[in-house]
């Protein structure tokens, strides 16, 4: 994965709570949270990519994460 350059929207809202939740609306699942809009931002980058690896293994086993 490394080397290459995706762009993804990002959607980010807050909650009742103050936390500012971000989504990728293309990637199922991808989430996250943070304490501030950077904080957000940060985690979603590194969301995506785990959720981008995740989808690259499935894809190479056959096997969805989680099943059993």
């Known amino acids: 994965m490394e080397g290459k350059s995706l762009n ?3 959607l980010i809202e807050q909650d009742e709570d103050g936390m500012y939740i971000a ?3 293309d990637i199922s699942g991808c989430y996250t ?3 501030t809009v950077e904080q957000a931002m940060e985690r979603i980058r ?3 990519q785990v ?3 995740a ?3 499935e ?3 056959g ?3 989680g099943k059993i």
Do not use: F
């Open 46 to 48: 590194e969301a995506i």
């Open 59 to 61: 894809d190479a086993t």
């Open 8 to 10: 993804y929207t990002v």
């Open 33 to 35: 949270q943070g304490k």
């Open 51 to 53: 959720c981008l690896e």
């Open 23 to 25: 989504k990728v609306p």
């Open 55 to 57: 989808k690259e293994l």
């Open 63 to 65: 096997d969805a994460m």
